[in-house]
């Protein structure tokens, strides 16, 4: 099953964003550590927690006042564990000009300022703020009138000290630099470069690869831009920081740092140029980041001068793939779940916000300008899983923006996960799950059985052989560690997991149904029967604890002090550890489908189609959920107060709704599964859900995700067209098709025996089988004309298809064939690789090779003569691969060139994105090439295809795997 990588530490110690003020105070807060490795960033979907106009999340601070601000458990950070969240702070509007000061709560407050403001013009900064003990930060109006601010959340830090490459270490806050008093530095001249030891002093060690700093132009004598790089290299043709004319301006910058330590500051104005600099943290240096580290990069224009023209209120798409493969040291950082960017707005007529964003649009903003005024800021973004994201303007007509690609953030690389249905075969299907961590997981069956999966973050490698622990059907299961499990069925007992094995059978209501079982520690759960009785468990036996005269059905216990149950009434009751409280009714005459809480004073219910939440003192009135279903919602799980999904069992719906802490919104993650008998989400990432013929594992609140039907038969081709659309086909000729990470199986072709498949787009395949051939519309496959006999090639792209059989060639534009020249090789043909109509390349046997111009072939020169060929893969008319003699070789345009340190035991074919990335089969399995070595990845023979760099899918027998 596929399952998310499981969020990491972060930063050990608090983090100040330094501005225009006096000299850096510090600040530190201890948190636990939750991972093994810190400074790793999360981030999240963008979302306003703080908007003093509408009195949202805090008052107006006055002149010289402050106030305070909840972070932990708003705007998706969790409630616990952060040391620090990344924000755009926005001074909206203000009688006089001042700064903003940032910083966590119950620390002093700094001399500094975070965002410096003029009178009565909205300004907008990125800072980077330590959250206080409580969980709140603090922010100061050093301005004398009072000032309305916005505070929209980004990003995360959780608390941590490990020393990941790529992972993020703050520093006390040390102003290197302040020219307007002749500190480190005179003011900049025109043109002018400022040359900084940024590593090996300040306590950033020699070696970090980026330093962080807040930087300012103050009242600069001429409009420009501020550009940062490491000393000794280039100077690239991008800007991290546009001033205008006399406007003093503020931004955060990650800087690469040269291997001597030092980074340069040039000015690209006409005038002289007073800074400001304040290091406030640095990236630990290595090859190959973890999950969540940064990587920086040779700064890349995604969209350059004079900008993207973007209409008022419209959204445009920014691509990364221009910026595909992105490489550090040589290595490629498969998986990027966000990037750093800088967004700067060219100088409009208007005045306007723009935001940058991924998924759901959130009413958020990154960049505030002003008429005339050039202005830019830097953004961490997510990405979506196309590599792509989303640019929105509010101003009242067409303005122009440019985006700078300053690094990512690493989101894993090539690791495989199973992603079949794992059925415990007793032919009942599987009834409930309950998955207490990303690692952990115990599922139940109709037929008494039980089985439990473990693993590592990133995979479960471990799955146990059902066991028969009970005589009848287990209804559900409960499990508050992965070292304790209690599972009852319909006759009236309970079975407990102890980290081994499972028990005999427990007497806990003989003859009764029990339908829900919910515990909060090993010695504490409560369960129901049909008939409304609820019954305790103290880590011994069970006894009758309250009898509801109401089917009782929603029953969910945090803690061994807190339960909540449901009933059929639409009354729910609170368990404080010794007695229950009288019913209360938060539903009218509407049933209680489920309940599920994530902790005693953050708890859910659902109703048909709506949802009431408990926040440990009342309930607030229903919501509606809009699953655009008249079915019950009886399927819910909250993995943190801020993380609900909610969907739907025993139906054929497909969507879920996911409880962002204020508002219900669409899940990036569909179920993909008909009939869903169960749902468990460990935290706010990972959810995993079942129904009759197995378990399935997804990212519920991440980009990637889907499920994958397991087969009978064994697959035996695949093709993808991108890293969300594959097709494969069993020995029967039966279809899976992947849709956006959701697969289905589709009638296949009237004739059986396809040996060959093909697919240009995903509304376009072709199937040869022995003396036939069939073709896909997207919808339905039907008969096509016959093409080559005994065809043994077959390549299509979004218009047409190459055929190539013993002897002939020919070329099928979706509805007849047209028979051409056939390639001039002296041996068998091998396999053919077509990216248009006009460029395929065929190879034979013997290694030999021509290439197709949509006229005519022509011989391409052979990288020697007379070896073992294997597949020939495509990605640009001036990029192939194909294994020649136990070797990757690359086809650059004109000839071939083998691909250094690339040989690979055994290895029979391999597919290349780029010089830096080849994935390639043996019967030992999959293995990965990084741009040094191979490294097997996936132990099992399995036919591969990679539609994109770091995006691959396999297949091997009845299973299914996603690498990424």
């Given at each position: 099953?596929?399952?998310?990588?499981?969020?990491?530490?972060?930063?050990?110690?608090?983090?100040?964003?330094?501005?225009?003020?006096?000299?850096?105070?510090?600040?530190?807060?201890s948190?636990?550590?939750?991972g093994?490795?810190?400074?790793?960033?999360?981030?999240?979907?963008?979302?306003?927690?703080?908007?003093?106009?509408?009195?949202?999340?805090?008052?107006?601070?006055?002149?010289?006042?402050?106030?305070?601000?909840?972070?932990?458990?708003?705007?998706?950070?969790?409630?616990?564990?952060?040391?620090?969240?990344?924000?755009?702070?926005?001074?909206?509007?203000?009688?006089?000009?001042?700064?903003?000061?940032a910083?966590?709560?119950?620390?002093?407050?700094?001399?500094?300022?975070?965002?410096?403001?003029?009178?009565?013009v909205a300004?907008?900064?990125?800072?980077?703020?330590?959250?206080?003990?409580?969980g709140?930060?603090?922010?100061?109006?050093?301005?004398?009138?009072?000032?309305?601010?916005?505070?929209?959340?980004?990003?995360?830090?959780?608390?941590?000290?490990?020393?990941?490459?790529?992972?993020?270490?703050p520093?006390?806050?040390?102003?290197?630099?302040?020219t307007?008093?002749?500190?480190?530095?005179?003011?900049?001249?025109?043109?002018?470069?400022?040359?900084?030891?940024?590593?090996?002093?300040?306590?950033?060690?020699?070696?970090?690869?980026?330093?962080?700093?807040?930087?300012?132009?103050?009242?600069?004598?001429?409009?420009?831009?501020?550009?940062?790089?490491?000393?000794?290299?280039?100077?690239?043709?991008?800007?991290?920081?546009?001033?205008?004319?006399?406007?003093?301006?503020?931004?955060?910058?990650?800087?690469?740092?040269?291997?001597?330590?030092?980074?340069?500051?040039?000015?690209?104005?006409?005038?002289?140029?007073?800074?400001?600099?304040?290091?406030?943290?640095?990236?630990?240096?290595?090859?190959?980041p973890?999950?969540?580290?940064?990587?920086?990069?040779?700064?890349?224009?995604?969209?350059?001068?004079?900008g993207?023209?973007?209409?008022?209120?419209?959204?445009?798409?920014?691509?990364?793939?221009?910026?595909?493969?992105?490489?550090?040291?040589?290595?490629?950082?498969?998986?990027?779940?966000?990037?750093?960017?800088?967004?700067?707005?060219?100088?409009?007529?208007?005045?306007?916000?723009?935001?940058?964003?991924?998924?759901p649009?959130?009413?958020?903003?990154?960049?505030?300008?002003?008429?005339?005024?050039?202005?830019?800021?830097?953004?961490?973004?997510?990405?979506?899983?196309?590599?792509?994201?989303?640019?929105?303007s509010?101003?009242?007509?067409?303005?122009?923006?440019?985006?700078?690609?300053?690094?990512?953030?690493?989101?894993?690389?090539?690791?495989?996960?199973?992603?079949a249905?794992?059925?415990p075969?007793?032919?009942?299907?599987?009834?409930?799950?309950?998955?207490?961590?990303?690692?952990?997981?115990?599922?139940?069956?109709?037929?008494g059985?039980?089985?439990?999966?473990k693993?590592?973050?990133?995979?479960?490698?471990?799955?146990?052989?059902?066991?028969?622990?009970?005589?009848?059907?287990?209804?559900?299961?409960?499990?508050?560690?992965?070292?304790?499990?209690?599972?009852?069925d319909?006759?009236?007992?309970?079975?407990?997991?102890?980290?081994?094995?499972?028990?005999?059978?427990?007497?806990?209501?003989?003859?009764?149904?029990?339908s829900?079982?919910?515990?909060?520690?090993?010695?504490?759960?409560?369960?129901?029967?049909?008939t409304?009785?609820?019954?305790?468990?103290?880590?011994?036996?069970?006894?009758?604890?309250?009898?509801?005269?109401?089917?009782?059905?929603?029953?969910?216990?945090?803690?061994?002090?807190?339960?909540?149950?449901?009933?059929?009434s639409?009354?729910?009751?609170?368990?404080?550890?010794?007695?229950?409280?009288?019913?209360?009714?938060?539903?009218g005459?509407?049933?209680?489908?489920?309940?599920?809480?994530?902790?005693?004073?953050?708890?859910?219910?659902?109703?048909?189609?709506?949802?009431?939440?408990?926040?440990?003192?009342?309930?607030a009135?229903?919501?509606a959920?809009?699953?655009?279903?008249?079915?019950?919602l009886?399927l819910?799980?909250?993995?943190?107060?801020?993380?609900?999904?909610?969907?739907?069992?025993?139906?054929?719906?497909r969507?879920?709704?996911?409880?962002?802490?204020?508002?219900?919104?669409?899940?990036?993650?569909?179920?993909?599964?008909?009939?869903?008998?169960?749902?468990?989400?460990?935290?706010?990432?990972?959810?995993?859900?079942?129904?009759?013929?197995?378990?399935?594992?997804?990212?519920?609140?991440?980009?990637?995700?889907?499920?994958?039907?397991?087969?009978?038969n064994?697959?035996?081709?695949l093709?993808?067209?991108?890293?969300?659309?594959?097709m494969?086909?069993?020995?029967?000729?039966?279809?899976?098709?992947?849709?956006?990470?959701?697969?289905?199986?589709?009638?296949?072709?009237?004739?059986?025996?396809?040996t060959?498949?093909?697919?240009?787009?995903?509304?376009?395949?072709?199937?040869?089988?022995?003396?036939?051939?069939s073709?896909?519309?997207?919808?339905?496959?039907?008969?096509?004309?016959?093409g080559?006999t005994?065809?043994?090639?077959?390549?299509?792209?979004?218009?047409?298809?190459?055929?190539?059989g013993?002897?002939?060639?020919?070329?099928?534009?979706?509805?007849?064939?047209?028979?051409?020249?056939?390639?001039?090789?002296?041996?068998?043909?091998?396999?053919?690789?077509?990216?248009s109509?006009?460029?395929?390349l065929?190879?034979?046997?013997?290694?030999?090779?021509?290439?197709?111009?949509?006229?005519k072939w022509?011989?391409?020169?052979?990288p020697s003569?007379?070896?073992?060929?294997?597949?020939?893969?495509?990605?640009?008319?001036?990029?192939?691969?194909?294994?020649?003699?136990?070797?990757?070789?690359?086809?650059?345009?004109?000839?071939?060139?083998?691909?250094?340190?690339?040989?690979?035991?055994?290895?029979?074919?391999?597919?290349?994105?780029?010089?830096?990335?080849?994935?390639?089969?043996?019967?030992?399995?999959?293995?990965?090439?990084?741009?040094?070595?191979?490294?097997?990845?996936?132990?099992?023979?399995?036919?591969?295809?990679?539609?994109?760099?770091?995006?691959?899918?396999?297949?091997?027998?009845?299973?299914?795997?996603?690498?990424?």
């Amino acid at each position: 099953m596929q399952i998310s990588r499981q969020r990491v530490a972060a930063v050990a110690t608090a983090v100040m964003v330094v501005g225009l003020g006096g000299a850096a105070a510090s600040s530190s807060a201890s948190a636990a550590v939750l991972g093994s490795s810190g400074g790793s960033y999360v981030p999240v979907q963008p979302a306003r927690i703080v908007d003093t106009r509408s009195r949202l999340g805090a008052r107006t601070p006055s002149g010289h006042g402050t106030v305070r601000i909840a972070i932990d458990g708003h705007g998706g950070v969790p409630a616990s564990g952060v040391e620090a969240v990344a924000v755009t702070l926005t001074a909206e509007s203000s009688g006089a000009g001042g700064n903003l000061t940032a910083y966590a709560d119950g620390t002093a407050r700094p001399g500094t300022s975070t965002l410096d403001f003029s009178k009565a013009v909205a300004t907008a900064g990125a800072a980077v703020i330590a959250v206080g003990r409580d969980g709140d930060i603090d922010i100061h109006n050093g301005g004398s009138a009072a000032t309305t601010i916005r505070v929209d959340v980004s990003g995360y830090y959780l608390a941590g000290t490990g020393t990941q490459a790529g992972g993020y270490a703050p520093v006390t806050p040390t102003r290197l630099v302040d020219t307007r008093i002749g500190k480190g530095a005179r003011p900049l001249t025109a043109h002018g470069t400022l040359r900084l030891t940024a590593a090996g002093a300040h306590s950033v060690p020699a070696g970090a690869s980026t330093v962080v700093m807040t930087v300012a132009a103050a009242t600069p004598a001429n409009s420009g831009h501020l550009v940062a790089f490491a000393d000794g290299t280039a100077r690239p043709s991008v800007n991290e920081l546009a001033f205008t004319k006399g406007v003093t301006r503020t931004n955060l910058l990650m800087a690469p740092v040269a291997a001597n330590g030092k980074v340069d500051l040039y000015n690209d104005s006409s005038g002289a140029l007073n800074l400001v600099v304040d290091i406030v943290g640095y990236v630990r240096t290595g090859s190959t980041p973890a999950v969540g580290g940064y990587v920086p990069i040779t700064p890349l224009t995604l969209i350059g001068p004079p900008g993207a023209a973007v209409a008022g209120g419209t959204v445009t798409d920014v691509s990364l793939r221009s910026a595909a493969p992105l490489v550090h040291n040589g290595v490629v950082d498969a998986g990027i779940s966000a990037v750093v960017v800088n967004l700067t707005e060219e100088s409009s007529d208007f005045s306007g916000a723009a935001r940058l964003y991924s998924g759901p649009a959130p009413s958020t903003s990154n960049l505030d300008f002003t008429a005339g005024r050039s202005v830019g800021d830097t953004v961490i973004v997510p990405v979506s899983a196309s590599s792509q994201f989303k640019l929105f303007s509010s101003a009242p007509d067409e303005t122009r923006f440019s985006i700078d690609l300053l690094g990512y953030i690493t989101g894993g690389r090539l690791t495989w996960t199973t992603s079949a249905g794992v059925d415990p075969q007793h032919g009942e299907g599987v009834t409930a799950i309950s998955c207490p961590t990303p690692h952990f997981c115990a599922a139940v069956d109709g037929s008494g059985s039980a089985l439990e999966f473990k693993g590592p973050a990133d995979r479960f490698a471990t799955i146990a052989r059902p066991q028969v622990v009970s005589a009848t059907r287990l209804s559900a299961v409960s499990c508050p560690t992965d070292q304790f499990c209690a599972a009852v069925d319909d006759g009236g007992y309970a079975t407990n997991w102890n980290g081994t094995a499972w028990s005999a059978p427990l007497a806990v209501d003989p003859g009764a149904a029990l339908s829900l079982v919910s515990c909060g520690s090993p010695t504490s759960c409560m369960a129901a029967t049909t008939t409304g009785v609820l019954l305790a468990f103290d880590g011994v036996g069970w006894s009758t604890s309250l009898t509801t005269g109401a089917r009782v059905t929603g029953l969910s216990c945090p803690t061994s002090s807190f339960c909540v149950a449901g009933d059929g009434s639409g009354r729910v009751r609170i368990f404080n550890g010794m007695t229950w409280a009288p019913a209360v009714n938060i539903a009218g005459s509407t049933a209680i489908q489920a309940v599920s809480c994530a902790s005693a004073a953050a708890c859910t219910a659902t109703t048909n189609r709506a949802a009431i939440q408990y926040n440990g003192t009342s309930w607030a009135s229903p919501v509606a959920v809009p699953l655009g279903s008249s079915t019950l919602l009886t399927l819910l799980s909250c993995g943190s107060p801020t993380f609900c999904v909610a969907g739907v069992i025993g139906d054929s719906v497909r969507e879920s709704e996911v409880w962002t802490g204020t508002t219900w919104e669409e899940s990036p993650f569909a179920f993909g599964l008909e009939q869903p008998t169960g749902l468990s989400c460990s935290d706010a990432d990972d959810c995993i859900v079942s129904n009759y013929d197995g378990v399935y594992g997804g990212r519920v609140g991440g980009l990637d995700g889907g499920t994958y039907n397991d087969r009978t038969n064994s697959m035996t081709t695949l093709s993808c067209v991108s890293s969300t659309w594959c097709m494969a086909l069993d020995n029967t000729g039966v279809v899976v098709v992947d849709h956006a990470g959701a697969w289905k199986v589709i009638p296949g072709p009237t004739n059986l025996g396809v040996t060959t498949l093909s697919c240009g787009s995903p509304t376009f395949c072709v199937g040869v089988g022995y003396n036939s051939y069939s073709v896909f519309n997207g919808v339905s496959w039907s008969a096509a004309a016959l093409g080559p006999t005994s065809t043994v090639a077959l390549s299509c792209e979004a218009t047409g298809c190459m055929a190539l059989g013993t002897t002939t060639a020919a070329w099928f534009n979706g509805t007849s064939w047209r028979t051409l020249p056939s390639p001039a090789l002296e041996e068998a043909y091998q396999s053919v690789s077509c990216v248009s109509a006009t460029f395929c390349l065929a190879m034979d046997s013997a290694s030999q090779s021509e290439r197709w111009t949509g006229s005519k072939w022509i011989v391409v020169t052979p990288p020697s003569s007379n070896q073992s060929a294997g597949r020939v893969s495509c990605v640009s008319i001036t990029f192939c691969s194909a294994v020649i003699n136990r070797a990757v070789q690359l086809f650059t345009g004109t000839g071939w060139h083998p691909l250094a340190n690339a040989a690979l035991s055994g290895v029979s074919t391999a597919q290349c994105t780029s010089s830096t990335f080849c994935v390639g089969s043996s019967f030992d399995g999959v293995s990965v090439y990084s741009g040094r070595q191979w490294a097997l990845t996936l132990p099992v023979d399995a036919i591969v295809d990679c539609p994109a760099a770091g995006r691959c899918i396999a297949v091997s027998g009845t299973s299914g795997f996603v690498g990424k």
